[in-house]
């Protein structure tokens, strides 16, 4: 065609070209319905190699189509073939608008396409040219279904399937979509296509992790946000005339539905591991409360803290929600607790919220003396392998429990078999709680980390040498403390005096208690 | 008489205030008022209870009489100064303006004289009234010796005259001259003779002593004349001329001589090796009690009260070493020569001419020698006595066998390098201002040359020189410390330029402890903040490159880590407990940098015997990476290292049979670097090096710890793998018996312990009811609470007391002069009614006369 022929002439003149020729066409199609052959050139456009005609091209159809949609140039009702139009007896109007009806679903196939583009700005633009489509097809309804809401849900599916790729992580385009999502009739269309969405591909891969895909959809349910109340649901991308009241999406708690919904469905299938980190990170404070009946977050819950390691201490913090607030009742919640407890949990990332709720679950006054003397015993014996950010949260933490327990003081005072040595009765590899003889053991591992290397630490160790004082300690200053903070703090201490090592050293691998130069040598 | 009379007339309250206690007055119930109380206080003297009101009374008009009335008298009759100095008042003029004015008034006043025209006489100018011309003339001729002999001298005759009495000398002259003259002369006469006489006398004197003088002037022109030919006579000679002192004895001399001898002062003892050990010991003794003390965590509430700071170096002998500007020894052609500042005039002018004296070897070499005596004499003559003879082979083997003895291998060659790289070197460096010159000044010179450098750049620079030279020592110490981290980061790493540099670092260190800190820190701080940076960003940081390994080594070395709290160990031991817990140990070099920071750390804790679970951890971990079978682990290792997945095989041996070739020697500082090794057999060999370091160090850890009451736990988990996972089978025997050896060490069952308690408390003492004890100011009533309000009530009540006092005076005062004018008015009146009455009574006298008179007349 010429503007093939033309933009092969020369590469300095394409970039100018391609604009005049689209910029031409476009005007000759909206202008008169002769040139309607020139959309063809248009369309072409968009499989173009080059990202900017792509963009300028997409750009160009949806102003098309648009205009067309507002002007009724479109074709209502079920689509005829195009191979029976030649020998259909139609008006030529009505050929027309077939005719304009087809190139415009070649079109949005060929943007939905593009979604899938390398570019991101191709992406970009696809999106929004469709999301425009999505408006316009609401406004002018392509099918005529009076009982029913205009709202284009078929064109807005394929959207949200082309964005939940299996293949590529569209994180990116995921949160320009977000802009959309604060429609409120766009956002309860998009909750029911990824409800659906997910249903079909999982069914299509027979529930195995798809980590991308998964990806996907977490990326995009995580930016869902269902409003709270029902005055603010009035931001529409289709305008409804009548009956608002009736229409689903006018309604908060459909809209809830749909979330739960749509979020049960994403947990009910096996998740990596990395994904349960995430989700659980997020669960409590953005999506149980959102959901119309968050227990029945349980299944997922109780089976996140089977898990084990840093993901059943995600999961303690919604159950603690569900417990606390809903009512549920979990049985050995306490011993499962205690068989979470293992060296890594002071190196953990989540160090700080597990101590957090661990301090909330053993505030109770009321649990038996047994079970926090396990605790508090088993805390102590992981101790000797925690470094000292965990040590200075550790310490105060188990003097609060013996506080708060007063049975339990017999851990660091028992006076009447003093000087009687023994065995120590705690049994470390024992489960449950009640067996493990907590309460006849002593704390003889706060006693050796009197002395630890580190000032604060033994310093903290030394409290139980004396009777604790009634107060407690405040632990959650000290929750998030890193050891560079520890450093930053014995760096900016005034101090009047340096003491020096008053050995004179004359090599670097000699000194009085010289390890490193047994081992290692110069050369 | 008259003053008698007075006396009496004052009457009794005037006797009492002259003899201020007379004990008849103050019985004298009259005179005694008696205050009356209104309740005793216990304890309380009152000064007031009885008052002497008629003789206070009278004492304050008495006062009043001498102060007031006084004034009053003289009230408007005092004189008044006026200034009429030109323009004194005068606010306009400026003080110049002042000065100026008055003085062109002064030259005009002297322009008025009368002898206006006289072109020769200048202004006199006096002094005390007398014209100072005349009293220069005065001092050429007259000696004020002579006058002040005859000053106290009076004549008898004088004074008899003056103050003995006309009668006597009157008499005295008539009863010598009565059968001379048998004329009695009339007084006139006596005393004309006698002031003609004296002025006779007084002539001759005058006379005499003119002569005197002349011939004392001419003395002296006599002396002047032959003063030429004796113009080489020392002044002493001169001195005997003059003065005409008997001679001293000669004895004499002699014994004061040796009594003014300076006796000979007692030197101290000079101290036998066996006492100066003793010494040493003690010194030795008392530091490392202080380290205990700070081990204990004790020193840190006492720090504070300590002003001084004591180096650990001290010897307690007062020795100052900022003051340190002792001379140091050397030679001069053969002669000892004790320079001081002329050593560093040389310095300087070496300074100036640096680049012509390398020129010119032969001359620099000779000067040289000075030089390099003064810096070896520490431990160079030492050294070359015990190493002189021993041989290369030998040397070497000695130094591992024998870890303790003094570097006792310098060879001759050595030294002769030595002597060379400083005869090659300018004996002046600039003080680097900024990390480029030091590494500059540095950079292409060996290792000896380079401490030689730094030696001269800190003599040249000592503290004592002047006043910059602390800040830029100081700023040396840390440019010095990251030209060890970039010694160490080069690669290969210049491990032995680092170690070479170490007195120089740990000297500087002495002379700046602050500095030091702070620049240790900053370099802990900054590294620590980037590793925090890239474990938020990544998850996961690299393990810290060789400079930061050395520049913890060197810490160990310039400050104690036994301490419970110190501002450079206690982030240092942070610093590697983040690095074991944190970084990824994802190579060799990874592994092997992770156990250079386990000897640190072993290092750091051995004094103490603190625990450090990182260290524990980390060891467990490693031998971990050396099991191959990680199923079923009776133990968990904890992060850095997992249980399994990539990198979790890093120490496992690809081939078991290279055990067989392995001997164990140690593993280079530099392998932390890049492991050189790239052969399947070397790299095996270095695994098991690795295993072996690790091994031992388990087995001090275990030694270390073996009294805390959890060793046992604590080493449960090292025992498992050791016991059941670790192929012991596949390594050499040394690996076996140290295998054996820690297994041994740590026991199956935990020991037994008794349980905790309480410390005992001191009893609480019973509560005391000691009286409260409160400060009174001032008595009376008491308002306000604070101290300001009662300091504020005290001083308001005191100013109402003064100003009623005051109050009371003036008036006083006042009635006081209102009786004295009564009086004069009345004194005044009575005057004037008796001068009345006089002439009422002359009048009436006349009058009568004149009648009488007229009486008489008429009759």
Known sequence: MASSTESNVKGENSQVSYKKVINTKTVRVLQNKKHANDIFDIIEYLQSEKDKEIIFASNACSKIFCQLFSRGDLYVGDLPEEEDLVNDDRSAEEKYRIFMRHRYSSCVELLLENIGHKAFQVKETSLCALMKFVAAEGKHPLQNLDEHFNFPRELLQTVVEHLLSEKEDMSLLISRFQEFLEMDDVRYYVMSSVRDNIYRVMARNKKAVIPVYQNNVFTLLSTINVPSEASKLKKFLVKQDYKLEEWKVAKPKEHKRAFEQMWLVFLKFKLPSNMYKKILVILHDSIMPQMSDPTLLIDFLSAAYDIGGAISLLSLNGLFILIHEHNLDYPDFYKKLYGLLDPSIFHVKYRARFFHLVNIFLSSTHLPAYLVAAFVKRFARLSLTAPPTSLLILLPFICNLIRRHPSCRVLIHRPCTAEEPCDDPYVMEEEDPAQCHALESSLWEIKTLQKHYHPDVAKAAMKINEPLTEQEDDISELLELSTFQLMERELKAERKTIPLEFDTPTELLKSSREVLGVHFSLE | ?859
């Open chain 2, 1 to 859: 008489m008259m003053r008698k009379q007075q006396t009496f007339s004052r009457g009794l309250s005037d006797k009492v205030r002259k003899s201020k206690a007379a004990p008849e007055i103050q019985k004298n119930p009259f005179e005694v008022k008696i205050n009356r109380k209104k309740f005793d206080v216990l304890g309380r003297k009152s000064k007031h209870d009885v008052g002497l009101p008629g003789v206070s009374r009278s004492r304050a008009i008495q006062k009043r009489k001498e102060t007031l009335l006084k004034e009053f008298r003289l009230k408007d009759k005092n004189n008044k100064f006026i200034d009429r100095r030109f323009g004194e008042y005068d606010s306009k003029l400026t003080p110049e303006e002042k000065i100026l004015q008055r003085f062109t008034l002064e030259r005009q006043r002297t322009q008025d004289r009368k002898d206006l025209y006289n072109l020769n006489e200048e202004e006199e100018l006096t002094h005390y009234g007398q014209s100072l011309a005349e009293m220069e003339k005065m001092t050429d001729v007259i000696d004020s010796d002579s006058d002040s002999e005859e000053k106290g001298l009076l004549s008898a005759e004088l004074t008899a005259t003056h103050f003995g009495g006309g009668g006597g000398l009157l008499r005295k002259k008539s009863a010598g001259d009565d059968e001379e003259e048998h004329k009695p002369r009339s007084r006139q006469e006596l005393i004309e003779e006698l002031i003609i006489k004296s002025k006779q006398e007084k002539r001759e004197r005058q006379t005499q002593k003119e002569e005197a003088q002349e011939l004392t002037e001419k003395l002296d022109q006599d002396w002047r004349s032959i003063q030429n030919l004796l113009a080489h006579k020392t002044p002493k000679a001169e001195r005997k001329d003059e003065t005409d002192k008997p001679k001293l004895d000669q004895y004499d001399m002699m014994v004061r001589e040796l009594g003014f001898e300076m006796k000979a002062q007692p030197s101290e003892k000079l101290k036998s090796a066996e006492e100066l050990a003793r010494e040493e010991r003690h010194r030795l003794q008392t530091l490392e009690a202080d380290r205990l003390k700070r081990m204990m965590g004790d020193a840190e509430e006492e720090a504070g009260q300590t002003n001084t700071h004591i180096s650990a170096d001290d010897m307690n002998d007062g020795f100052m070493l900022d003051g340190d500007d002792r001379k140091t020894l050397a030679y001069k052609d053969g002669k000892w020569n004790i320079e001081g500042e002329e050593e560093e005039k040389e310095e300087e002018e070496d300074e100036e001419g640096g680049e012509e004296e390398e020129d010119d070897g032969d001359d620099a070499e000779g000067q040289d020698e000075e030089e390099e005596d003064e810096d070896d004499e520490g431990h160079c003559d030492l050294q070359s006595d015990e190493g002189s003879e021993d041989e290369d082979g030998q040397s070497t083997e000695e130094e591992q066998e024998c870890a303790e003895e003094p570097p006792a291998v310098i060879e001759e060659q050595k030294k002769a390098v030595q002597e060379a790289a400083r005869a090659e070197l300018p004996y002046t460096f600039p003080a680097p201002e900024s990390y480029s010159d030091l590494k500059q000044l540095l950079q292409d010179h060996e290792s000896e040359q380079q401490c030689v450098i730094l030696d001269r750049t800190l003599k040249c620079h000592h503290p004592s020189l002047a006043a910059g030279n602390k800040a830029k020592l100081q700023k040396l110490f840390g440019f010095l410390l990251e030209y060890v981290g970039d010694l160490a980061t080069q690669n290969p790493p210049d491990l032995k330029t680092v170690s070479a540099l170490i007195p120089q670092i740990c000297g500087l260190c002495q002379m700046f402890p602050e500095a030091a800190c702070k620049a240790v820190q900053t370099l802990l701080s900054d590294s620590g903040h980037s590793m925090e940076e890239t474990l938020e960003v990544k998850g996961r940081a690299p393990m810290p490159d060789l400079d930061m390994l050395v520049l913890l080594k060197i810490a160990a070395l310039l400050f104690p880590s036994s301490d419970f709290r110190h501002p450079v160990m206690t982030p240092a031991f942070l610093y590697i407990s983040q690095a074991l817990t944190r970084c990824a140990v994802v190579s060799l070099e990874d592994v092997c940098k992770g156990l250079i920071l386990c000897c640190l750390a072993l290092e750091f804790v051995s004094l103490s015997q603190r625990i450090f679970p990182e260290l524990l951890n980390f060891l467990l971990g490693l031998l971990h990476l050396s099991v191959s079978d990680k199923h079923n682990t009776g133990y968990t290792v904890v992060s850095p290292f997992r249980r399994q997945g990539k990198n979790c095989d890093l120490l496992v041996l690809k081939d078991p049979s290279v055990s067989h070739s392995w001997n164990r020697k140690p593993i280079s500082l530099q392998t932390a670097h890049r492991v050189t090794a790239q052969s399947p057999v070397e790299r095996d060999h270095f695994r098991l090096s690795l295993i072996d370091s690790c091994l031992d160090l388990v087995k001090r850890c275990t030694s270390l710890y073996k009294d805390l009451p959890s060793y046992a736990h604590i080493f449960q988990p090292i025992r498992a793998l050791l016991l059941k996972h670790l192929p012991v089978e596949g390594y050499p025997a040394p690996l076996q018996d140290l295998h054996r050896e820690i297994l041994d060490a740590i026991p199956e069952k935990p020991s037994q312990h008794a349980p905790l308690v309480f410390k005992k408390k001191k009893p609480i003492p019973l509560k005391l009811f000691t009286p409260k004890i409160v400060q009174i100011l001032d008595y009376g009533k008491k308002r306000g609470n604070t101290k300001e309000e009662k300091e504020h009530e005290r001083l308001k009540h005191k100013y109402k007391r003064e100003f009623k006092g005051a109050l009371r005076e003036i008036r006083k005062d006042t009635r006081f002069l209102a009786h004295e004018k009564l009086n004069d008015v009345m004194s005044r009146d009575a005057e004037r009614k008796r001068k009345v009455k006089e002439l009422y009574g002359s009048l009436a006298t006349q009058e009568g006369e004149w009648k009488a008179l007229k009486r008489k007349n008429r009759k």
